[in-house]
């Protein structure tokens, strides 16, 4: 199974905040930026680190709203796909098994997002309200507000409904993971594109007192990586070994 997307969360910070970093360390607008966007810059730094550091508290919670969620599946249709195990390679498909681990990995993400929920409220609520000199700063904030959004209102799959038909039509993809997967992987694509020109913004305006700020959160980003990976691996690991996949 492929790893499953972080969806709304952090997963997705990584090379953005790596861009914000570097263009930080080199390039800022704050000498010759109008002071409204001076400014607001410096509000939105410290609620986009809130919004982090608040992911990073609930990654505990996060983890455990996902196992219990990977518990109920695995109760519910254990062992439904044990059949497959016995099938020649060639009567499985590959793609289509794959397409299951996303899906399986999607719901396990959207399932840890419930914590994401508060956070991303409080961050848009900040954001919302700031005052900037030039459209395209107001436009490159409302997209990353708005694409953050629809990542936490992806609903999950009906995982034993697709695990089924994939054990009945073992050669192609059930049209359930299709479904989900058109839905979830483009919004969270959105969210990742929409997410980096916002920290770009953030980067360019950014005061020379501001950089503790972005050097911590980027500290949290990865902080977050390293205590997350591993359970994401687990989690994903045991739901498909409980549906009968080892």
């Known amino acids: 199974m492929k790893r499953f997307s972080t969806g709304g969360r952090l997963g997705r910070l990584t090379a953005a905040l790596a861009a914000l970093l570097a263009i930080a360390a080199v390039w800022s607008d704050a000498a010759i930026a109008a002071p409204v966007d001076v400014s607001s810059d410096h509000v939105a730094l410290i609620a986009y680190h809130r919004y982090v550091a608040a992911l990073v ?82 436009h490159t904030v409302a997209s990353m507000l708005s694409a953050l959004k629809g990542s936490l209102q992806v609903r999950r799959s009906n995982l034993c409904a697709d695990a089924r038909a994939l054990v009945a039509q073992p050669t192609a993809e059930p049209a359930g993971t299709r479904a989900f997967l058109a839905g979830y992987l483009p919004t969270a694509s959105i969210a990742k594109r929409r997410l980096a020109p916002f920290l770009a913004m953030l980067a360019r305006y950014q005061p020379p007192a501001d950089s503790a700020i972005v050097s911590s959160i980027g500290s949290l980003v990865t902080q977050f990586s390293q205590t997350s990976r591993q359970a994401e691996n687990a989690l994903g690991s045991s739901l498909l070994k409980s549906l009968g996949l080892s």
């Open 57 to 138: 508290a609930g990654t505990i919670a996060g983890n455990r709203t996902a196992g219990q969620y990977g518990s109920a599946v695995g109760s519910q249709c254990a062992g439904v796909l044990a059949p497959l195990i016995s099938l020649p390679k060639a009567s499985v498909s590959q793609s289509a098994l794959a397409a299951f681990g996303e899906e399986v990995g999607g719901d396990l993400a959207i399932a840890f997002d419930t914590e994401a929920v508060a956070p991303s409220a409080r961050l848009s609520a900040t954001l919302a309200h700031l005052r900037w000199s030039l459209r395209r700063t107001r």
